[in-house]
């Protein structure tokens, strides 16, 4: 590939990583920026809408994760890691966003709980199949 170009596809990707991470985190302080209008809005999440937001924002901090993964040229181990990643960002947003929100819904709270324990058995996945993975290179 020739060098010029890989150093367009590196901008441009660290451009969508910024962006991803930005649009991930914005809704956590009262705003959302919208690619379309390249604009910055105001945002009030409703309490019955938090599971969406919450998904929202996991799966942009997922891709953003992933795509500064790719630019340090680290390879995912497993192929359970794209679940691990999500879930753990799934954790960390579902309870900023039960903090911050002050509603404190205990059915939200439940759900949050239930990831814990997913996210330990994902982990000790990664792990085992990242060992087999790499098990025949010695």
Not at 21 to 31: D, N, R
Not at 53 to 80: E, T
Not at 90 to 100: R, S
Not at 121 to 137: A, M, P
């Amino acid at each position: 590939m020739r060098p010029e170009l890989e150093t367009v596809q590196k901008i441009f990707m660290s451009l969508l990583c910024f962006y991803l991470t930005v649009s991930a985190i914005l809704p956590l302080f009262g705003y959302n920026i919208t690619l379309a209008a390249m604009a910055f809005e105001t945002f009030n999440p409703e309490p019955e809408s938090y599971y969406l937001h919450v998904i929202r924002s996991s799966a942009f901090m997922m891709l953003a994760f992933f795509g500064l993964n790719y630019l340090r040229r680290r390879r995912p181990l497993s192929s359970v890691a794209p679940l691990l990643v999500f879930n753990n960002f799934l954790i960390l947003f579902g309870v900023l966003y039960q903090l911050i929100s002050f509603s404190n819904i205990f059915s939200y709270w439940v759900a949050i709980a239930m990831l814990v324990p997913l996210s330990f058995w994902l982990y000790r996945q990664n792990n085992n199949e990242s060992r087999t993975i790499f098990s025949n290179d010695w």
